[in-house]
């Protein structure tokens, strides 16, 4: 719309201030055979010489063919023709018409269309466009020393499994150096009767030693329990482990609770908070208690 009024106010101001001439160069027009006649007509016509516009077309036009550019000189003559007749006319919508059969409008529209549809189809193909990723270039080229790579890559894998073996193995170690400690026996320690155990007790508890008297009661009451066939008796188990086969066992007296002395055990020669001849007399009452309950069964 902008095209076609920019081109009908151009018209109207030429055909407002040139002489009343475009009519008869139209007819000499319609009398010319070739489009060299014709541009030769134009430009020797002191009205159209005059016509900026006029002129300009016709050297935009001199790559057109020569049919197509004929056509387009009669048509932009005939135009302004018509205005000389009366430039402020009821014919102004024809006219607007004319404009736009003309060969030089069809061109360019049909030049803007063209380029409104590569433009579309150019936004489209960059919708799919593949995106090819640049090099790393801080990736270093060993060449034909590129097999090295996949070799590294499989001795770090194994460097890795090995190191997680180590902490496994560590921390098997450890939890087995662990268990040991809490054994109820060292490994170096003589095996004891229950007599004997019971002998070592009165022994450390009048050298004042009464961490490890608790010990050698709470070992008695255990082998009290073996000898009921309870619970057999491990040395390298612990106080827990030993409860758990104890309360376990079918043989086990009915209310009798060695959980509490087991406890007890475990703050006193682990937890080292012995508190003296008190803790021994104690463990003698619970070892007498233990020895009532499992004679009490069996009889």
Same mark, same amino acid.
């Given at each position: 719309m902008a095209r076609l009024a920019s081109s009908f106010s151009l018209l109207l101001v030429v055909a407002a201030f040139a002489p009343a001439d475009f009519r008869t160069l139209s007819r000499r027009l319609e009398g010319a055979k070739t489009v060299e006649d014709a541009v030769?007509?134009?430009?020797?016509?002191?009205?159209?010489?005059?016509?900026?516009?006029?002129?300009?077309?016709?050297?935009?036009?001199?790559?057109?063919?020569?049919?197509?550019?004929?056509?387009?000189?009669?048509?932009? *003559?005939?135009?302004?023709?018509?205005?000389?007749?009366?430039?402020?006319?009821?014919?102004?919508?024809?006219?607007?018409?004319? *404009?736009?059969?003309?060969?030089?409008?069809?061109?360019?529209?049909?030049?803007?269309?063209?380029n409104w549809l590569a433009g579309a189809l150019e936004r489209f193909a960059k919708l799919f466009e593949f995106k090819k990723k640049p090099p790393n270039l801080n990736m270093p080229n060993f060449g034909p020393l590129d097999w090295i790579i996949p070799i590294m890559w499989t001795l770090l894998g194994f460097g890795v499994l090995f190191f997680l073996y180590l902490i496994a193995r560590q921390f098997a170690i450890n939890r087995s150096a662990k268990r040991k400690a809490r054994a109820m026996l060292e490994e170096e320690e003589p095996e004891r009767t229950l007599d004997e155990w019971l002998t070592m007790a009165d022994?450390?508890?009048?050298?004042?030693?009464?961490?490890?008297?608790?010990?050698?009661?709470?070992?008695?009451?255990?082998?009290?329990?073996?000898?009921?066939?309870?619970?057999?008796?491990?040395?390298?188990?612990?106080?827990?482990?030993?409860?758990?086969? *104890?309360?376990?066992?079918?043989?086990?007296?009915?209310?009798l609770d060695f959980r509490t002395p087991t406890r007890a055990f475990d703050d006193i020669w682990y937890?080292?908070?012995?508190?003296?001849?008190?803790?021994?007399?104690?463990f003698r009452s619970c070892y007498l208690l233990v020895t009532g309950a499992l004679e009490a069964k069996a009889a």
């Open positions: 030769r007509l134009v430009r020797s016509d002191p009205v159209a010489a005059k016509d900026g516009e006029l002129l300009r077309k016709l050297r935009e036009g001199e790559s057109l063919p020569a049919d197509r550019r004929f056509e387009q000189l009669k048509s932009e *003559i005939g135009l302004r023709a018509r205005f000389e007749v009366d430039p402020l006319s009821t014919h102004a919508p024809a006219l607007a018409a004319e *404009i736009k059969r003309s060969p030089m409008y069809r061109g360019l529209q049909e030049k803007q269309s063209a022994q450390l508890e009048a050298e004042g030693r009464h961490r490890e008297a608790v010990r050698c009661l709470y070992l008695a009451c255990l082998l009290r329990f073996d000898e009921a066939n309870v619970a057999r008796f491990e040395r390298s188990q612990t106080n827990w482990e030993h409860l758990r086969r *104890i309360d376990a066992s079918p043989r086990k007296p009915a209310g937890g080292m908070r012995c508190k003296g001849w008190e803790d021994v007399a104690e």
